[in-house]
């Protein structure tokens, strides 16, 4: 089974600019998160979808931050424009459906840089 | 509201010896369930282990071990016989019960072992 796909693995940009994340949950799962991990510290969400309807949005910086799940599979999560301190490891995470520990299912992350 | 808290910024074991990384958590919800992920430099974050807040036994998986103290609030990991591949940041996180919807995780600030040879 493939695990969660992220591209781009690692993203230099110069600040103002835009830029896009994508994931790819694992197959059937219809929970899907994107987390924010700044250096040295523990993910934080900032929002999760069930199947294609954002269910917790609250820390999504909605200014410049904006994040799809067309068809409630993959997801894209967008920065315009990028900040210096948007530098971080962008994490998607899914989860299936079904009644389980709660365990999420993390993707290797996307790096961004702004210079 | 919730909240996980990892005290050690930073751990270093000898190799195949054991080591306890510490957590401690606050919660009002009586059902939860706590996590244990481990992150290597590559940087995907890897599930070790859980425990939920009404099993009666400490959770083991391998050379992991949760040492769940509930009155203490506290779910501290045990590494047994530690390896050169263990080296890692290590987080402790929550998921809340009912109140939490069951689908949100959070996570504490980490602690990075470094496991000598």
């Known amino acids: 089974e493939a695990g969660v796909v992220q591209s781009p693995r690692y993203k230099i940009i110069e600040k103002k600019q835009p830029v896009a994340f994508w994931c790819n949950p694992i197959?059937?799962?219809?929970?899907l998160y994107w987390y924010l991990q700044n250096l040295g510290q523990g993910p934080e969400l900032l929002i999760r979808?069930?199947?294609?309807?954002?269910?917790?949005d609250s820390q999504l910086p909605k200014d410049r931050f904006s994040a799809e799940r067309l068809k409630g599979v993959d997801s894209t999560l967008k920065i315009q424009p990028a900040e210096l301190g948007d530098s971080a490891v962008y994490l998607c995470a899914s989860k299936p459906g079904r009644v389980n520990t709660g365990e999420l299912f993390f993707g290797e992350g996307s790096r961004l840089t702004v210079l | 509201a919730q909240k996980i808290t990892q005290t050690q910024p930073g751990m270093f074991v000898q190799e195949k010896e054991a080591v306890t990384l510490d957590c401690t958590y606050d919660?009002?919800?009586?059902?939860?369930?706590l996590f244990w992920y481990k992150q290597p430099s590559s940087g995907e974050m890897i599930f070790l282990i859980y425990q939920g807040s009404y099993d009666q036994q400490n959770a083991t998986e391998g050379r992991y071990s949760l040492n769940f103290q509930k009155a203490r609030k506290s779910a501290n990991l045990v590494i047994s016989a530690s390896q050169l591949g263990d080296s890692a940041m290590y987080f402790c996180a929550m998921r809340e019960g009912l109140s939490g919807g069951y689908n949100k995780l959070i996570f504490g600030a980490g602690t990075r072992l470094a496991v000598h040879p």
């Open positions: 197959s059937g799962h219809n929970t």
């Open positions: 979808y069930e199947n294609e309807e954002a269910v917790d």
């Open positions: 919660t009002s919800d009586p059902s939860y369930g």
